[in-house]
């Protein structure tokens, strides 16, 4: 290859990162215009987000109070909440950049098939992180205060003066309780990807619903274990997680079905389709598969 093609052959990726460059400022200024317009009402948001846990200690006729036990706690706290909702805000924007990024490489047919996933994956992670929010919460919130002891006085017989036992009261950090209460919300939202993942997957052929069927009994215990591990050790948060996850996995299984049998149909119809006698498999002649 002579220095002229050398050089023709580097232009495309100088644009490429030229470009790329651009798309990653732009995402940052409105990453960073987010998060200044969260930190004028973080105070509300940290309120909407300290909910949960006032629910939990009014049900126990206790006083909803937060401690800051570092000087600066607070500030980092609100800086915490603007960060995490600036990239809320600014996500939708974010995804266009980099849909405006990717989809000049696709054909027409793939960025049909890929901006479905685009939008579907935001929406799950807020089902995921409501489902969280409304339900895991107080029950997790609710098994965690159940460890309080209040003081208790009892009288003695037969020696003087009283015993007394020490009291284990709730004085929760600012700073722990968001870290405690993000990461389960960060947690949900994610699991909640599990259907938009594995649809994806299908629909670009590297998993297949006869593969997701045949290591169910897998993932029943991989779902088990993450249950065990992202929800506290009472018996119904884990089975609640489980039974979620468990029935996406199964949504997720129908959904690449269907794909299958669109791809199928398109594929007789063009005549590239014929089944294999021997392991009954179908085979695409177009792929030679």
């Excluded at 629909?203 to 993450?226: D, E, N």
Aim: glycine share 8%; hydrophobic share 50%; proline share 4%.
């Amino acid at each position: 290859m002579s220095v002229d093609e050398l050089d023709q052959s580097s232009a495309p990726l100088m644009e490429h990162l030229t470009e790329l460059r651009s798309r990653l400022i732009k995402s940052v200024m409105a990453f960073v215009v987010g998060l200044m317009l969260c930190y004028t009402v973080s105070d509300p948001i940290f309120n909407f987000l300290t909910r949960p846990i006032c629910n939990a200690l009014a049900d126990r006729g206790q006083e909803c109070s937060l401690t800051m036990i570092k000087l600066q706690e607070g500030f980092f706290v609100a800086i915490r909440i603007s960060a995490i909702g600036g990239f809320c805000l600014a996500f939708p924007y974010i995804g266009y950049q980099l849909w405006r990024f990717v989809a000049p490489g696709l054909y027409k047919k793939e960025r049909n098939a890929f901006l479905p996933f685009l939008v579907a994956s935001p929406v799950m992670f807020i089902i995921g992180a409501a489902f969280a929010y409304y339900a895991i919460l107080p029950m997790a919130f609710a098994f965690f205060l159940s460890f309080q002891q209040h003081i208790d006085t009892v009288n003695t017989t037969g020696t003087a003066g009283q015993l007394t036992r020490a009291g284990i009261t709730f004085q929760g950090s600012i700073e722990e309780y968001l870290s405690l209460t993000t990461k389960f919300i960060m947690a949900f939202g994610l699991c909640f990807q599990l259907p938009v993942l594995l649809t994806l997957m299908g629909k670009a052929g590297l998993v297949s619903s006869k593969a997701l069927a045949g290591v169910r009994r897998y993932a029943i215990v991989g779902i088990m274990i993450l249950a065990a591990v992202v929800t506290p050790p009472d018996v119904v948060s884990q089975l609640i997680l489980f039974s979620v996850i468990y029935g996406l996995y199964e949504i997720s299984i129908l959904l690449v079905r269907r794909i299958e049998k669109t791809r199928e149909a398109e594929l007789r119809a063009q005549g590239l389709w014929f089944e294999d006698d021997d392991e009954g498999a179908p085979k695409d002649k177009a792929n030679g598969e």
